[in-house]
Structures are given as C-alpha cells and as structure tokens.
C-alpha cells in the first residue's frame, strides 16, 4: 500500500516515485498545495475503497502516515 500511495502522490505533484521518502511530508518536502493534498486523498480513497474523515487529513502529510491509516481503515 506504502508504494501504491507513492505513486499517486508521484503522479498529482508531477514527480519521480522512487524520489518520495517514506516520511516526506507531501507539503513542506514536496510541494504540494492544499489543493493537492486534496487530490490525493481522494485518489487513494478511490484507489483504496475507502472513506477519510475530513479531521483526520491534516494528520496524514507523509506516505507512512497515509499508508498507516489507509491499511487501518481497511481491517
């Protein structure tokens, strides 16, 4: 799932997967706007079958942290 994430940050910010560090923060190391940010979150909803409280959005700004809480809404 970690890897999956990458690639879709990788593909809104326009950038190489293997260059995003697991606990790169998508804002301050990457550069995304909160547009962005957005967009991500619900890519991986989509991708993911999943749902992310709008609360809980500002708390996952690296890939691990995503991930973490992707795989957590998935048990």
Do not use: C, W, Y
């Not at 809104?12 to 804002?27: T, W």
């Not at 409280?53 to 995503?66: H, S």
């Amino acid at each position: 799932m970690l890897e999956r994430i990458k690639q879709i940050i990788a593909e809104e910010l326009h950038i190489d997967a293997s260059d995003i560090k697991d606990d790169a923060d998508v804002i301050e190391d990457l550069g995304a706007d909160s547009l962005s940010v957005v967009t991500i979150i619900m890519n991986a909803e989509d991708e993911f079958g999943i749902s992310i409280p709008d609360e809980a959005v500002a708390d996952l700004r690296t890939p691990l942290a995503m991930a973490a809480f992707a795989e957590g809404l998935k048990k």
